[in-house]
């Protein structure tokens, strides 16, 4: 399968809104930056984040976590089976995972 690095270019946005260079305008994000932002993004949107809330029974927080690891294997730019999505003792998440053009990526949540 081919990419186009080209394609693997974005504007960084950090809590919902842009994030500006010096020059004030909106700084931009290159190769695994790109994709560990959009998987973030793609979790933040599937409403999954929602269900954790509250949770602290291991057997009740370990299917959702399964779905987020499914649901990030989605992505073509990732390998199969090469996800890992914690539970941080704070409560928020980190996903590791290997793409197929750039190595590793850790993206948190």
């Known amino acids: 399968m081919n990419f186009d690095i080209a394609l693997h270019i974005d504007l960084a946005i950090e809590d919902n809104d842009f994030v500006l260079n010096d020059s004030l305008s909106p700084s931009t994000l290159k190769k695994a930056d790109v994709i560990g932002q ?51 003792d704070d409560g928020t998440l980190s996903i590791t995972a290997q793409t197929r053009q750039y190595g590793g990526i850790t993206s948190g949540i």
């Open 38 to 88: 959009d998987i973030k993004h793609r979790i933040l949107e599937s409403g999954l984040l929602v269900k954790l809330i509250g949770l602290r029974n291991k057997n009740g927080i370990a299917p959702i976590l399964t779905e987020i690891e499914l649901l990030t294997e989605q992505d073509d730019r990732i390998k199969p089976g090469t996800i890992n999505v914690y539970r941080n």
